[in-house]
Structures are given as C-alpha cells and as structure tokens.
C-alpha cells in the first residue's frame, strides 16, 4: 500500500506499471526533434473538422484508443479515467472522452496535467480500486491561443519569452504488472508564485514551482540529481530551465547536466519558431508517451524524474494584474522494481 514519506511525497510499494502509452501530435510537432516517437501524426490541426476545440477532443480519443490497443485491452477494462486540458471546464477531456461510459475524474493541473493524472492513477493501482487505470491530457495551439491570447487571424506579435502550445495528446495506462516502467514516487505540488503577471512568460512564473517540488523530493527520498539518468521538466521553455536551474545553484545544487525540459525537446529552436519553446498539456505528455517511457522500457533509461508544470491563470486574472500562480507534480520512473 502507498505510504507518505514525507510532506506531498509519496511512496509506492506495488509494483505499479505504466502498462501502456500512446502520444497523438499534430503537424507541427511531428516536424520536430522527435518525430518519429510519435504513434500518430495528423497532416493538419484541424483533423477535417469544424472547430479546432473538436479536433483537440480527437486527439485525446485518439492517444486513448491507441493505447487500449498497444496494451491489447478494451475500454471496459479501464476502471477509472484521470483527464484534464487547458479549455474551459476541461471540456477537451469531457467531450473527447463522453462516449467511453468509464468513471471519470476531470483534473485540473494546467500544463501539469499529465503529471497529476499520472500520479493520480498510480495511485489507485497501488490501492488496488480496480486494474487498469487511464491518465490522459491534451492541448491545442489554436484553441489555447483563442482562450488565452488572440484570435489566430489577429496576428499579434509574440515577444521571444512566449511559448508555442503544442497540438497533442498522451495517454498512460497503469495497472499492477511486472511490466516496466514502474511508478516508483509522486509527489504533488504547491501553488507557487513568483509574483510574475505577464502571461507570454509563463516559463519564468513556473519556475518557482518545479523548484519547489523537486527540491521537496530530493530531500524526502535522500537522493541528488547524480542519482537520475535525466530530470525532465515540461514545460518551462529557455526561460523557465534557466531560472529554475539558478534557483538549484542558489542552494549548492549543480542541476543543469542532468536536466533535460520537454518544452526544448519537442521542437527545434533553430528551425521552428517557437520562441522560448513548447508548453500545453500535450507538450510534457506527448514528450512522456512517446519518447520517455519507450526509452525506459527499452532500458535505454533506467531512473528518471518527471515533473510536468502547470501556470494556473486565467484571462481575468490576467485582466485585474494578478500575478501568476505555478504548480508542478512530479512522478519517479525506473526500470526496476
């Protein structure tokens, strides 16, 4: 049974599996670095249909489907579905997932998401409230910027701390197997705030927040950063990595030679024009299912940490000069028991 070790950290003892994952992309990110990781690449955004806040519905059945499939299990196998986007009340996740007459547990975690619903549906596996568990989370460049910013025919120029939302969806399903990778910690985060109110810097309001959590980890399992093949973060974009990396320095702790952010790692600076780097749920999630998890699975990774970052604003928050709340949730993966 799942203990707590520490404030927010908590251990696994049940050998919890992430039986199965699928990542679904849109153009821009299969043109990326990792391209090729991906179990489904669509030519367009749109998917054929007739508003992008479908299409992003689209993307999250279709990293859900793939990964029953790739696990050789049906919808009914699934006892409980974890679920959460960037739209208003969450309705990628509710619409996309309407049809699947499974339990459901919407979460919001903002681009923290795949993270929090990992840990979420470890968790019940460890409890054992069922076998198999989902965990899933999209975003949408086009329906983001049409909540968040400015109609995509305005045009408005975006300033380089920007990040660009990916177009994409992850989906994990957990279940107690001898099956790796394994969900060995989580630890659930804070709402941080770094007093940031501009909200094309959501890199450096997140900072603080993935910090926080991964420090609070490290000291309640007794490790270090030499202790991790890789420290991904997702998504701080340029910005956020390098003040989270100062605030690390700032304590003694030299972070930046294992760290590694999905946000930097799903698209290519030089040659697409994403400006400080990527962010969205399906940024840090696409990042997870199709490249993180294979690699441990493959035992090309062996221990790894996972702390996905959320900015948790909204436009009328924005609107009134508030600052920016952050919050990141982090999940330990190995390869062994």
Same mark, same amino acid.
């Given at each position: 049974?799942?203990k %707590?070790?520490?404030?927010?950290?908590?251990?696994?003892?049940?050998?919890?599996?992430?039986?199965?994952?699928?990542a679904?992309?849109?153009?821009?990110?299969? /043109?990326?670095?990792?391209?090729? #990781?991906?179990?489904?690449?669509?030519?367009?955004?749109?998917?054929?249909?007739?508003?992008?806040?479908?299409?992003?519905?689209?993307?999250?059945?279709?990293?859900? /489907?793939?990964?029953l499939?790739?696990g050789? %299990?049906?919808k009914?196998?699934?006892?409980f579905?974890?679920?959460?986007?960037?739209?208003?009340?969450c309705?990628?996740?509710?619409?996309?997932?309407? /049809?699947t007459?499974?339990?459901?547990?919407?979460l919001?975690g903002?681009?923290?998401?795949?993270a929090?619903s990992?840990?979420?549906?470890?968790?019940?596996?460890?409890?054992r409230?069922g076998?198999?568990?989902?965990?899933?989370?999209?975003?949408?460049?086009c329906?983001?910027?049409?909540?968040?910013?400015?109609?995509?025919?305005?045009?408005?120029?975006?300033?380089?701390?920007a990040q660009?939302?990916?177009?994409?969806?992850?989906? #994990?399903?957990?279940?107690?197997?001898?099956?790796?990778?394994?969900?060995?910690?989580?630890?659930?985060?804070?709402?941080?705030?770094?007093?940031i109110k501009d909200?094309?810097?959501?890199?450096a309001?997140?900072?603080?927040?993935?910090?926080?959590?991964i420090?609070?980890?490290?000291?309640?399992?007794?490790?270090?950063?030499a202790?991790y093949?890789?420290?991904?973060?997702g998504?701080?974009?340029?910005?956020?990595?390098?003040?989270?990396c100062?605030?690390?320095?700032?304590?003694?702790?030299?972070?930046?030679?294992?760290h590694?952010?999905?946000g930097?790692?799903l698209?290519?600076?030089?040659?697409?024009?994403?400006?400080?780097?990527?962010?969205?749920c399906?940024?840090s999630?696409?990042?997870?299912?199709?490249?993180?998890?294979?690699?441990?699975?493959?035992?090309?990774?062996?221990?790894?940490l996972?702390?996905?970052?959320?900015?948790l604003?909204?436009?009328?928050?924005?609107?009134?000069?508030?600052?920016?709340?952050?919050?990141?949730?982090?999940?330990?993966?190995?390869d062994?028991?």
């Amino acid at each position: 049974m799942a203990k %707590l070790i520490s404030e927010g950290t908590i251990e696994l003892d049940r050998g919890v599996s992430v039986y199965s994952c699928a990542a679904a992309v849109g153009k821009m990110e299969s /043109d990326g670095p990792l391209g090729n #990781c991906f179990d489904y690449a669509a030519e367009g955004a749109e998917l054929g249909l007739t508003t992008w806040e479908k299409a992003e519905s689209t993307f999250q059945q279709y990293a859900f /489907d793939i990964a029953l499939r790739k696990g050789k %299990l049906i919808k009914e196998d699934i006892s409980f579905i974890f679920a959460g986007d960037l739209l208003n009340q969450c309705t990628g996740s509710a619409y996309g997932l309407r /049809d699947t007459d499974i339990s459901f547990i919407g979460l919001y975690g903002a681009c923290s998401t795949m993270a929090e619903s990992l840990a979420m549906a470890s968790l019940f596996a460890d409890m054992r409230l069922g076998e198999y568990f989902a965990a899933v989370t999209s975003s949408h460049f086009c329906s983001a910027e049409r909540q968040f910013r400015f109609p995509i025919n305005y045009g408005g120029v975006r300033p380089p701390t920007a990040q660009w939302t990916a177009t994409g969806a992850g989906c #994990c399903i957990t279940s107690v197997a001898e099956k790796p990778p394994y969900v060995k910690r989580v630890t659930i985060g804070k709402i941080t705030d770094m007093g940031i109110k501009d909200a094309n810097n959501m890199g450096a309001a997140m900072a603080g927040a993935a910090y926080d959590t991964i420090n609070r980890h490290l000291l309640a399992t007794g490790t270090s950063p030499a202790d991790y093949d890789v420290i991904y973060t997702g998504d701080l974009g340029q910005v956020g990595s390098e003040l989270m990396c100062e605030l690390f320095r700032r304590d003694g702790t030299e972070i930046s030679h294992k760290h590694k952010d999905c946000g930097l790692m799903l698209y290519d600076r030089e040659k697409q024009d994403v400006h400080a780097g990527g962010s969205g749920c399906g940024c840090s999630a696409s990042v997870l299912c199709g490249h993180i998890l294979p690699q441990i699975a493959e035992g090309k990774l062996h221990r790894v940490l996972f702390a996905a970052t959320g900015a948790l604003m909204s436009t009328t928050k924005v609107q009134q000069g508030e600052s920016i709340p952050g919050i990141s949730h982090l999940v330990e993966i190995s390869d062994a028991l």
